[in-house]
T-cell receptor
Framework: KNQVEQSPQSLIILEGKNCTLQCNYTVSPFSNLRWYKQDTGRGPVSLTIMTFSENTKSNGRYTATLDADTKQSSLHITASQLSDSASYICVVKDGGNKLVFGAGTILRVKS | DVKVTQSSRYLVKRTGEKVFLECVQDMDHENMFWYRQDPGLGLRLIYFSYDVKMKEKGDIPEGYSVSREKKERFSLILESASTNQTSMYLC???????????FGPGTRLTVL
């Protein structure tokens, strides 16, 4: 069964610290993987998309990695800010154009 | 900027009521989607539409129907609301079938 599992479920860090969110998937065949950020009370917004051939992609302080062999992705946030407090959702697209959503990681950055 | 708007941010309904959730996008996207989001479960696809008057069932269509009479508008209908339909409902649109989806702010529906 195609699944996307994210860890941790929730995380609290101090402002200015770095953190890494994990996404493991069993989706096959794999097409691409996208990370979304969802602020409280808002819809998700795309941060980055990873295709099979890409290992690393950055978007400002956000860096996503993909290991297609182990079917793992991570989202690294550098020098966290209070505005990074949100839910981060990993979404994998299979070869048949189906999207499989992870349950998300809730990040809270405190001062 | 793509804008997806949803008719209500919060909605409280009684069991058995018919409920309409409206979604409008302003970027001429062909594809529109309805999801529900529950804690610990992530987003689950209810229905999607790839053209006017076209609709496809998602993973959890039971108890829901949809309507797409105009390209920019996609409605979700709960024919007879039940308490297990209490959830956050998110609408999204995209240019291609599975390109980046742009989401609305969500409607938090409570069925009493």
């Amino acid at each position: 069964k195609n699944q996307v599992e994210q860890s941790p479920q929730s995380l609290i860090i101090l402002e200015g610290k770095n953190c890494t969110l994990q996404c493991n998937y069993t989706v096959s065949p794999f097409s691409n993987l996208r990370w979304y950020k969802q602020d409280t009370g808002r819809g998700p917004v795309s941060l980055t998309i990873m295709t099979f051939s890409e290992n690393t992609k950055s978007n400002g302080r956000y860096t996503a990695t993909l290991d297609a062999d182990t079917k793992q992705s991570s989202l690294h946030i550098t020098a966290s800010q209070l505005s990074d407090s949100a839910s981060y959702i990993c979404v994998v697209k299979d070869g048949g154009n189906k999207l499989v959503f992870g349950a998300g990681t809730i990040l809270r950055v405190k001062s | 900027d793509v804008k997806v708007t949803q008719s209500s941010r919060y909605l409280v309904k009684r069991t058995g009521e018919k409920v309409f959730l409206e979604c409008v996008q302003d970027m001429d996207h062909e594809n529109m989607f309805w999801y529900r989001q529950d804690p610990g479960l992530g987003l689950r696809l209810i229905y999607f539409s790839y053209d006017v008057k076209m609709k496809e069932k998602g993973d959890i269509p039971e108890g829901y129907s949809v309507s797409r009479e105009k390209k920019e508008r996609f409605s979700l209908i709960l024919e007879s609301a039940s308490t297990n339909q209490t959830s956050m409902y998110l609408c999204a649109s995209s240019l291609g079938a599975y390109n980046e989806q742009f989401f609305g702010p969500g409607t938090r529906l409570t069925v009493l």
